[in-house]
């Protein structure tokens, strides 16, 4: 077992009802004092990658349905992006529109109201691998 | 804080100076029996997303020299992908060569022989934003 911090917070308002119907909102991720130094840069990306902690799921399902797709077959947690997961870690990229000082104002993030952020990455196209190749149910 | 636990492990048996000095290796990402249902259907995607944790490193640095970028300056751990940061969270795509149950045959991990693996996602090519632009100093 490892143990884990948050960096930062997503801050938008939105009732969680809201980010569900919606499906992503535009957000301000609050990045706390102690860590501000390590944004540095980070406005220099386009979008970037957030890590965070889905505080209010734990279930542990191993087997799930995709819910944004119709028809799509039970498969097991790892190969969707279900929120209900063994640890409930989301992997997001989401358009970065500005930087003032220790707030990071983004776009389309799925992430309810004060949703603890663990890291931000910056997001190069390097990480897309050519030629990748999803299910058609895949969310 | 939130505690975080391993649902599998990184598997190759290549020593970490030898993962330094070839970048990437060929691994089997080895998941734990009470989680092999979880990986039902993940056969089917080209690429994985796994989300390790570093636990060789637990450096907090907030700013960071990008090493293999030759000339980079000086800037915030969360514009970098350095392995030193808060959380020690790796978020790797890798190619997913086969599955045989539980283990996963991969290819292209830049991850130390026995790393923890605390969640492994589909990757789907609708994770790349269009137009996505990064520093020249981005490794």
């Not at 209900?84 to 640890?87: F, I, L, W």
């Given at each position: 077992m490892y143990s884990v911090v948050p960096i930062g917070h997503v801050r938008h308002g939105y009732s969680d009802d809201e980010v569900k119907r919606r499906g992503a909102v535009d957000a301000v991720i609050e990045v706390l004092p102690e860590f501000e130094a390590g944004l540095a840069g980070v406005e220099e990306y386009s979008h970037i990658i957030m890590v965070a902690y889905l505080h209010k799921f734990r279930g542990r399902p191993l087997v799930v349905r995709p819910k944004r797709v119709q028809g799509a077959p039970e498969v097991g947690v790892f190969a969707t992006d279900s929120p209900?997961?063994?640890?409930p870690i989301a992997v997001t990229v989401a358009r970065l529109v500005r930087r003032e000082g220790r707030l990071l104002y983004v776009e389309g993030v799925d992430l309810f109201d004060g949703t603890p952020v663990l890291d931000i990455k910056g997001f190069s196209p390097k990480r897309c691998p050519e030629g990748a190749r999803a299910p058609w149910w895949a969310d």
């Open positions: 209900d997961r063994p640890n």
